[in-house]
């Protein structure tokens, strides 16, 4: 592997990263409890890109509802924040999921992405949250 090769892939994940970050509105008044899980339709798709960047759908199915791993739907539905962080940050081996504390997409924006799963938990959200095109 040249080093060319080695550079790209960190540089692309660098900027995906940058992007999704720069795109993702600040939360002066957020509440990350099992009460007012609905999110600006901004924010929705935003979290919503952000799984798709990092690739949850690739063991956790297309919407989330379980796959070769179970639903991250149901997860945050019967499980505490504090579970559902541990999960996603420190991982279960055991189980095969990976821990995504050293991702920066996943770590700085987890409170985002656990209310997303309690919005589409309690069906605020749908599945796909883009505005329908015209």
């Known amino acids: 592997m040249s080093a060319l090769?080695?550079?790209v892939p960190r540089c692309c994940a660098v900027a995906v990263v940058v992007v999704i970050a720069a795109a993702m509105p600040?939360?002066?008044d957020a509440d990350t409890g099992r009460?007012?899980?609905r999110l600006t339709d901004d924010a929705v798709v935003s979290t919503w890109r952000?799984?798709?960047a990092v690739d949850c759908a690739r063991c956790h199915g297309k919407d989330y509802q379980g796959l070769?791993?179970?639903s991250i739907v149901e997860y945050a539905r019967t499980q505490s924040r504090e579970m559902f962080v541990r999960m996603v940050l420190d991982g279960e081996p055991s189980r095969g999921m990976p821990a995504y504390r050293d991702n920066?997409?996943?770590a700085?924006?987890?409170d985002d992405i656990y209310r997303y799963f309690l919005g589409r938990a309690d069906g605020t959200i749908p599945a796909?949250?883009?505005p329908a095109q015209r």
């Open 68 to 70: 070769a791993a179970p």
């Open 5 to 7: 090769s080695a550079i």
């Open 128 to 130: 796909d949250p883009r």
């Open 35 to 37: 009460t007012g899980s």
């Open 50 to 52: 952000t799984l798709r």
């Open 104 to 106: 920066p997409l996943i």
């Open 108 to 110: 700085a924006h987890i």
């Open 26 to 28: 600040t939360w002066a």
